[in-house]
């Protein structure tokens, strides 16, 4: 082969390793961008759940108070009803006593 031929292969076999490695980092930088983005999706999911966490422990923190305050409200009723309660406000408010059995009266109505 002449000189002139080689020096005319010369440059093409450059450029053939130019565009190589051109694509190879190309390649390698299509990568690092895709491996980027799926990190960032990993992230922005682990930001959601951290969020949903927050909110359950707060729905949470509201059921229990919410459970503490029925259990009050029950409590309060029960003493409400108590029978010892409805005596002592029947006889200090109302004026109302105990009755002795023998002056209770039965009225016998007719059939």
Request: proline share 2%; charged share 25%; net charge positive.
């Amino acid at each position: 082969m002449s000189t002139i031929a080689q020096a005319a292969r010369a440059p093409r076999a450059r450029s053939a390793t130019r565009r190589r490695r051109s694509w190879v980092l190309s390649g390698g930088v299509m990568w690092i961008v895709v491996f980027a983005l799926l990190l960032a999706g990993v992230v922005a999911i682990n930001v959601a759940v951290l969020r949903l966490n927050l909110q359950l422990d707060e729905t949470s923190r509201q059921r229990t108070e919410l459970k503490n305050d029925i259990a009050g409200l029950r409590a309060e009723i029960s003493s409400a009803a108590a029978a010892t309660r409805i005596e002592r406000l029947a006889e200090g408010e109302l004026g109302l006593h105990e009755v002795e059995p023998e002056d209770t009266t039965y009225i016998q109505l007719g059939k």
